[in-house]
């Protein structure tokens, strides 16, 4: 049986897998990107992480009762 700590490392992988790689710095990708569409980007990979935080808070009470019934 796996241990919580495995559980919610699996976990965690399958919520906050970046869709993409970032640009390296300096590449001309993030110096001509427009201000709106990085905004944009950066607001969606903020609401992602917020929905993956509380996923796992979720799943660490759910995995925190059952250890405690045990």
Do not use: H
């Amino acid at each position: 049986m796996q241990t919580l700590t495995e559980t919610l490392m699996e976990r965690v992988e399958k919520l906050v897998r970046p869709s993409k790689p970032p640009p390296e710095w300096g590449s001309p990708l993030q110096s001509t990107t427009p201000t709106s569409i990085a905004i944009q980007e950066l607001a969606a990979q903020t609401e992602a992480l917020a929905n993956a935080v509380r996923e796992i808070a979720l799943e660490v009470q759910k995995l925190s009762e059952a250890s405690y019934r045990r």
